[in-house]
């Protein structure tokens, strides 16, 4: 016996688009012929369970509810897609995700990431907390056309405070470097920071494997030491007013131009290629007397297949500088720091090199392993750069991806200085580019 | 004290609620689950990989842990435990399909031209009478073998009844495209230098307007026809079986495509099973590596991945690889117990339950060897005994899947009532899976409330097919049998259960469940 059905071929179509607004759905099918569920011994238990849990999962479910992230607008780093990216429609859906990020000597922060996509624009709002001195809210508005290249327009906000950073003072050894003025036999400082900033950027990608960024920045930073007075304060460490940028606020404007050349088939996945990136931009200080710099730089990397095409080995290497006229002053939150650099990222000088070799496999779909190791030193010029003195760390790391997402990362690295472990979910890689940029 | 006492008195007395069997309505079965109503037409969902992987590894595991409910019954069952016809599934196609009725469209005529998607062995195409066409095209160094799989594995799944795209072996050359001749020309100078005609799998693609993937676990939000869970669907659980029959490497969303068939506003959405390029160990070859060449990408055992940093060794060919070129690493042997595709997980596979699998194998073991064959000549292999020698195959490990997941249940059908007497067929005996000289059964009868209502009798009628007379003392108007086969001493985990209604001496089927 059939269900009473309205036969589709016979339907008058002009009259049902007519009347489709005031169309009745179809009913709910019941196929079961059941009358009464089973039940089994034991089942009301569950059913008390199930409701005391009802709460969180619901949570949990909303958490995941649908999704449409659009390629690189989670990422701390500015991405123009590839012409593929744009062949499929992205309309109307809103997705949430959990962010996690745990990292040795820095607080646990949990959050969420909120992102909501339509045809050519998307948007993601992420806020984190790890405490009250440790928070981000961070909003993205993304435009992307493919018309007649790809083109992306961006907008960005954040605010965030970070707690329990440490300022050891510049170089290499900063211990030894008598630009620092140290006031006793301690070695690091512990401060905290709060930071505003706005990105606007333009990316363009001219041709296949090339693109092209222009962006401009306006961040506002606050450093004083943490609260409650835990770790060293600065002018316990530091002869007060040694240090340019210390316990004041610094505005800076930063506007750059980077050109990237990356001929792999996929940003994240592990798939041969090369990479070469340059940048060059000024930053001036706003309602400051100083604060008036030049940021150049360069990055290359070779993604080289071994044995197998998803194994590949990857040297690389990272050069960061900052330049300035003399009598200026460079905060020293401006100064090039070490993002690439896999151990404590507590270095930082006018100069940085970071020298990387990484062995990245497949281990099975959206999994890859990651076994690596870094060199890593700051100078104050590029003329002082030596591979003398370097610090080095190794390490493990295993990943989720997609193509063009890094979607989460469990990891530990060893150095001489101890041993690091992040894990995280939801959360941007590493630091990104220079507006991204801790 | 006396609230700890109290709480855990309510707590014993919750889980003592005993056991209560379902009960049916007195009505026929439903053969058609009519979820082909107009509507309008949904927005296409195309397959996002970021939100799948953060569905599949991070929301399911936390869901499931807090999720203390038994999986359910699958919600596309009729109450004589069968799937009815619908926009997923033709019901009524196994075993009694005509096999000229799978290719409607056909393969591609001439001229074609491009439209778009020139992949690195892929192709979208239109036939000169407008139709669209996917083309996909072999591993270089082993020609047939994905272009076989695709097409056979698109016509078994067919004749037991899902609703696939048609798949054809075709050969092309560049004369066949005259407006894009120079850019087909290129493509296959690069895809493979050596042909002139290219093999490749034509996929009569997209069939209406193509939605994109169906999602693993839920309905389509703006299709008010799909009301079942899919991860609740009886056909996307049984794929579990049918993935270790036919050894899907893959299995997921990407597989299963939703198409709007009709005029907007007029038309409905249909459910389609495609991809299977990577089923018959199509895709677990052991390629010949020239030297200095790269080897494939790794498969297999994730760990074994992860501690030999990805350096293994190909595994050695296997003697069906190093004889049948055209067949990839497809071997009788199979264990439907461990089956699973390759990560990430596909959730309508983990909630198969012994009753899904059950009609799974009836269904294919439905398929006679005449429409096994058929599908198999759709492979179009060249090479002489490729085609027995995978029939072969094919029969062997069917009736292995099949004797696991009969197993797991007490394999019995009513197939028909005369009077109180019901005639029973013990479906492991009648594959020859299990042997009738060591099985015995125990039928049981209950009321609709689960209270006995007679005494329980044991059965050896030593017989596939046999029949059970209803004890007079047992009849109630509302009446439960369940049998319970047993293997030697060893009884089945889930009994056979009959629900019929009793009234003037004539017992009337009502609902199944196994």
Partial sequence: ????????????????????????????????????????????????AGALLFVPRELASLLFFTSGAAVGIVENEQVVPRVRDFLFSRDG???????????????????????????????????????????????????????????????????????????????????????????????????????????ASLGIRPVRDLEVFLSSSYSQRF???????????????????????????????????????????????????????????????????????????????????????????????????????????????????????????????????????????????????????DAATVAPSARDLSLKGMRYVGGFEVDLYTANTELARLGVSVSPEGALFVFSFGVAPRFGDRQHRD | MTRALSTCCFALSLAACGYRPVRFVDAPPVSHADDESPVPMPKPDPLEPKAYLADVY???????????????????????????????????????????DYAVDGPPRSPLRVTGGLGADTLSIADARGLPYRMRADVVGRPEMRTAADAIASRLLWAIGYITPEVHVVHIRSEDFPADRGQVEHWLQVHDPRQSSHRMAATRWPIGTDLGAASATFTRADDP??????????????????????DFKTMGPQKTLDAYVGAPGCGHVVHYLAGFEDTLGADKVSSKVAKGALHPDCGGNPFLNLVTLGLQPDPPPSAMERKYHAIGSFEEEVHPERYRPELPPYEPLDHTLPSDGFWASRRMMGLGEEQIRWAVEGG????????????????????????????????????????????????????????????????????????????????????????????????????????????????KPRPAQFHLMIANGNARLVGVRH
């Avoid at chain 1, 059905?5 to 709910?28: D, F, G, H, I, Q």
């Avoid at chain 1, 745990?102 to 909120?114: A, D, I, L, P, Y």
């Avoid at chain 1, 905060?331 to 000088?349: H, M, V």
Wanted: glycine share 10%; net charge positive.
């Fill in chain 1, 223 to 373: 450093s004083d030491d943490v609260s409650g007075g835990v770790g060293p304060r600065f002018d316990d460490v530091f002869a007060p007013g040694s240090v340019p940028g210390w316990s004041r606020t610094t505005r800076q404007v930063y506007t750059e131009l980077a050109l990237r050349l990356d001929t792999r088939e996929a940003r994240v996945a592990p798939v041969p290629g090369t990479l070469i990136e340059g940048y060059g931009g000024t930053s001036r200080g706003v309602k400051q007397e100083h604060g008036r710099f030049l940021r150049v730089g360069a990055r290359a990397a070779g993604f080289i297949s071994v044995y197998r095409r998803t194994n590949v080995l990857i040297p690389k290497i990272v050069i960061d500088g900052v330049a300035y006229s003399s009598g200026e002053q460079v905060p020293f939150s401006e100064l090039a720091r070490q993002p690439d650099f896999r151990g404590f990222n507590t270095r930082r000088d006018f100069t940085s090199m970071v020298l990387s070799l990484d062995y990245r496999w497949k281990v099975q779909r959206f999994v890859a392993a990651r076994l690596f190791v």
């Fill in chain 1, 93 to 199: 859906r809103i997705g949430f995700f959990p962010t996690l990020f745990v990292e040795t000597g820095s607080s646990f922060n949990v959050g969420g990431r909120m992102i909501a996509s339509a045809d050519t624009a998307a948007t993601t709002l992420r806020a984190g907390y790890g405490g009250p001195d440790a928070n981000v809210v961070e909003s993205r508005l993304r435009f992307a056309r493919l018309t007649p290249v790809p083109i992306v327009l961006s907008f960005e906000g954040m605010h965030d405070r970070r707690t329990g950073l440490g300022y050891p003072g510049i170089g290499q050894d900063p211990r030894g470097d008598p630009r620092n003025r140290f006031v006793s036999t301690l070695t690091q400082a512990s401060y905290q920071e709060r930071r505003e900033r706005v990105i």
């Fill in chain 2, 380 to 491: 179009g292999f060249t090479q002489r005994g490729t085609a027995a020698h995978l029939v072969h195959v094919l029969e062997v490990r069917r009736r292995a899947v099949a004797a696991w997941w009969t197993a797991q249940v007490s394999p019995l059908v009513l197939e028909g009532v005369e009077g109180l007497r019901l005639q029973l067929h013990d479906y492991a005996l009648v594959w020859g899976l299990a042997a009738a000289g060591t099985t015995s059964y125990r039928a049981e009868f209950l009321d609709a409330r689960g209270a006995e209502s007679g005494a329980s009798v044991r059965l050896e009628p030593r017989t596939a097919c046999w029949e059970m007379e209803l004890p007079q003392g047992a009849l109630a108007p509302y009446l439960i049998v369940r049998i319970t086969a047993l293997r030697g001493a060893f009884p």
């Fill in chain 1, 1 to 48: 016996m059939k269900l009473s059905r309205m036969p589709a071929t016979a339907c008058s179509c002009v009259a049902l688009l007519a009347s489709e607004a005031n169309a009745e759905p179809p009913r709910k099918q019941d196929v079961s012929g059941v009358a009464q569920p089973e039940r089994f011994t034991g089942d009301l238990l569950r059913s008390g």
């Fill in chain 2, 225 to 246: 026809n799909d009301q079942v869970p899919h991860v609740d669907r009886r056909t996307l659980r049984g794929l579990r079986v049918l993935g270790a029959w036919l």
């Fill in chain 2, 58 to 100: 991070l929301r399911r595991p936390i869901m499931d842990a807090l999720d203390a409910a038994r999986i359910p019954d699958a919600g596309d069952v009729n109450s004589i435990d069968e799937v009815p016809g619908s926009s997923w599934f033709v019901a009524d196609r196994a075993g009694r399909s005509r096999l000229s």
